[in-house]
């Protein structure tokens, strides 16, 4: 503990230039206060001098009448009023202080909204039951606030008079804050706009389609890792993806998963990790691990994919829960744990599909090729995974293995458990919508048109489908020309009036 007070001004904390001199209050000044090792909430919580309210990318800055009483019971009520729930700073504080210290504040406000919500977060996060009745009487409240993250269908708990609506389980259990930009995604109903849109069409052309838009979802998946691997294993992982949804997500299905995507086992250590694991590279001299990701601890791995796949049946069931935000949930909150070898990075996109599909987002029988848009944007896609990677990348003692892994020393299971994920799901649905207003669209229209021009060729040259697929990739290639190649050989036996006619045509169905 640094002082007997919460409360102090600074211009800078824990590296962060604040926008102002001002007092850190709420989950910031708790961290401060206990000396807790958990990384610092998404924004930080300022008591201004002024009395001007606003907000940067980094801080929440608050006005003097805004200004906690400068005790735990002040702070932890301004965090839960104005910073929301953070599990992964509550349960390292309810660690280290007396349960005593929680008894006393319940008995002083024993039907506050307040009193009431740590009472069940100590009870629930640390799987223990203080000394104390229940509560007799008091209106039910619900434990997440709603117009400041996003929770599930409650579950009624008698005891505190609460109604739990996390979105996830006591072993996992990420949180999203409701942004702006999420909420605009939202109100856009894009399932229901896609749906309505294929009903529109021919079901050939949908089923040709999805056909393409799985393969490509494929090839981008195996893009992404750096791979490019033959053809075979590409739509056979494809034919996986456009399974997602039909099998629920388990230990032996993530398992099975492992063995569609690596395609030779000689030199890759197949099913759970028994070692430690880190993304990044080696130093080029001595070979010293330099990580730019740590994964979670191998004996950690089977409680945090019991907590992850519970979530993920809990969100696939509930109605209330957005889908996009249910797959950013499951499939990020995979990847970071990582808990194979090798691997992982395709199961974690293939989890974005298999809740979509669940959860009836995605219209059935077809796959929305959300890689092939991550690829589009592989420095943002790096830049959220390391937004939650590079903070916890001082919080985790390590130390290098002599076959250059490394091994993890501290306990750090709940930086996976517990973590904010709201901007690895604004950039999800940033793919979503991409996939659904731009790629599916462009590939749909392009089948019209490749139809068309098909039609002209069959009727004018009865040319086989072979050779108006050839025809056509080649005038793709040239921009509305063939070669000279293409002239001289695949297709010699066309005269020169006859190929200018070819081109034209191409360029009004094209163009």
């Not at 010293?288 to 993920?312: Q, V």
């Not at 957005?322 to 395709?346: I, K, Q, S, Y």
């Not at 659904?436 to 669209?441: A, F, H, L, Q, Y």
Request: proline fraction near 5%; charge should be negative.
């Amino acid at each position: 503990m640094n002082s007997n007070r919460f409360s102090r001004s600074v211009s800078v904390f824990h590296t962060i230039i604040l926008p102002e001199t001002g007092e850190i209050a709420g989950y910031a000044a708790i961290i401060e206060h206990y000396s807790l090792e958990v990384p610092l909430p998404v924004k930080i919580a300022l008591i201004s001098q002024r009395h001007r309210q606003y907000s940067t990318k980094e801080c929440i800055v608050l006005t003097p009448r805004h200004r906690p009483e400068d005790n735990l019971f002040g702070q932890l009520t301004f965090a839960m009023k104005y910073e929301g729930l953070n599990l992964g700073v509550l349960k390292s504080l309810f660690q280290v202080i007396d349960a005593s210290e929680i008894i006393e504040m319940i008995k002083q406000e024993p039907t506050g909204q307040y009193s009431r919500r740590i009472w069940f977060l100590y009870e629930w996060l640390l799987n223990v039951q203080l000394e104390i009745p229940d509560a007799g009487s008091g209106n039910y409240i619900e434990l997440l606030d709603e117009s400041l993250q996003y929770g599930t269908s409650p579950v009624i708990s008698k005891r505190h008079r609460i109604r739990n609506n996390l979105p996830g389980t006591r072993l996992f259990c990420p949180l999203i804050s409701r942004t702006e930009k999420l909420e605009k995604f939202i109100g856009l109903h894009l399932s229901d706009a896609i749906k309505k849109e294929i009903r529109k069409m021919h079901p050939d052309i949908i089923a040709r389609a999805a056909a393409f838009l799985l393969l490509k979802d494929s090839k981008a998946s195996y893009a992404i890792e750096g791979e490019r691997p033959l053809q075979n294993r590409m739509q056979r992982w494809g034919r996986a993806i456009g399974q997602a949804g039909n099998n629920p997500i388990s230990k032996e299905e993530l398992l099975r998963l492992q063995t569609l995507v690596i395609d030779s086992t000689r030199f890759t250590k197949m099913g759970w990790r028994n070692q430690g694991g880190f993304i990044g590279e080696h130093d080029r001299e001595y070979g010293t691990p330099i990580p730019d990701h740590i994964s979670a601890k191998y004996d950690d791995i089977s409680s945090l994919m019991d907590g992850m796949i519970e979530t993920c049946g809990k969100l696939e069931q509930d109605e209330k829960f957005d889908a996009v935000l249910a797959a950013a949930t499951v499939a990020f909150g995979f990847v970071f744990v990582h808990p194979f070898v090798d691997g992982n990075g395709r199961i974690h996109r293939y989890l974005i599909h298999h809740v979509l599909a669940k959860k009836g987002f995605t219209p059935k029988g077809l796959v929305f090729p959300v890689s092939s848009v991550i690829l589009e944007h592989i420095d943002k896609y790096r830049e959220v995974l390391e937004d939650y990677s590079q903070p916890l990348l001082d919080l985790i003692e390590w130390k290098p293995t002599p076959d250059n892994n490394i091994e993890v020393l501290n306990d750090t299971i709940d930086l996976y458990r517990y973590f904010d994920i709201t901007k690895q799901a604004e950039f999800l649905y940033e793919c979503v919508r991409e996939t659904i207003e731009k790629t599916v669209p462009e590939e749909v229209e392009y089948l019209i048109r490749y139809d068309q021009m098909k039609d002209y060729l069959d009727n004018k040259f009865e040319m086989p489908d072979k050779s108006v697929a050839l025809l056509i990739r080649f005038l793709k290639q040239g921009d509305g020309k063939l070669s000279s190649r293409a002239v001289t050989k695949e297709f010699n036996d066309l005269t020169e009036s006859e190929i200018t006619d070819i081109e034209k045509r191409y360029r009004e169905v094209f163009y």
